[in-house]
């Protein structure tokens, strides 16, 4: 029997699933973490948060229909789940690795913005 059909439409439903899920969380949950890291511009870390979503839902539906061909006939279910968690595995990998890194690099800015903002202190 082949498996490449069911393969496809189970890591369609999970990819879209987790991408939307994580992608969601990511914009509701992530606003005031901006907010404390904009010293409390409001407005900024709306539009950052904006740009944000927008690459991650751009970088990982890119990446999931890149890496969705299966260059192989899949015939057992041994074969379909070894296949379905490499790439589903590999999704979530970078998922997670470009949170890390967007959570470094604004957690960089808003210690930037601390310091500068004692520098400029009158009680200096």
């Known amino acids: 029997m082949n498996y490449n059909?069911?393969?496809y439409s189970i890591y369609l439903i999970a990819i879209?699933?987790?991408i939307g899920f994580v992608g969601n969380s990511l914009y509701k949950n992530g606003i005031g973490f901006l907010i404390n890291t904009f010293k409390g511009d409001v407005?900024?870390?709306n539009a950052v948060?904006?740009?944000l979503i927008t690459g991650y839902y751009l970088t990982n539906i890119g990446y999931s229909v890149y890496v969705l061909k299966i260059g192989i006939q899949v015939s057992s279910i041994i074969e379909l789940s070894n296949i379905l968690s490499y790439k589903l595995g590999?999704?979530?990998?970078?998922?997670?690795?470009?949170h890390l890194f967007n959570v470094f690099t604004l957690v960089c800015i808003g210690n930037r913005n601390k310091k500068s903002a004692k520098a400029d202190s009158p009680n200096n």
């Open 16 to 18: 879209i699933y987790v």
């Open 5 to 7: 059909i069911v393969a």
């Open 43 to 45: 407005h900024l870390a």
């Open 90 to 98: 590999m999704i979530i990998l970078s998922l997670g690795a470009m």
């Open 49 to 51: 948060n904006k740009f």
